[in-house]
């Protein structure tokens, strides 16, 4: 079945990176958009990267453009999210996932210190 591992999350102080790690599995990864989504606590789930089948277009949000990056490993059927000059309000806990959406995984608790 399809499944989704997120890993790569923890506590960082404002202004720092993060680098977060998908595994995928269940499904041809080659062939799929792969995203980032985000959900902080009391808010919905919202996209924050996505990255089309052969890696070449990446789309962001104007809250995380310019400081997140996603790319993608075809051969390895991993996904990844490098995040750098965080901020408070990138603190959620992080899922991959392809688009459209299939089952979520448990996701990787990123948190922000100011």
């Known amino acids: 079945q399809v499944q989704f591992v997120e890993s790569g999350g923890g506590l960082v102080q404002t202004g720092g990176s993060l680098g977060l790690s998908c595994g995928a599995s269940?499904?041809?990864?080659?062939?799929?958009?792969m995203s980032w989504y985000r959900q902080a606590p009391g808010k919905e789930r919202e996209l924050v990267a996505s990255?089309?089948?052969?890696?070449?277009?990446?789309n962001y949000p104007d809250s995380v453009k310019g400081r997140f990056a996603i790319s993608r490993d075809n051969v390895r059927s991993r996904v990844y999210l490098q995040m750098n000059s965080l901020k408070p309000e990138d603190t959620a806990v992080y899922y991959c996932?392809?688009?459209?959406?299939?089952?979520w995984g448990q996701g990787t608790q990123v948190t922000v210190s100011s």
């Open positions: 990255i089309t089948s052969d890696g070449r277009i990446t």
């Open positions: 996932n392809t688009m459209p959406v299939q089952t």
């Open positions: 269940g499904f041809t990864f080659r062939l799929y958009v």
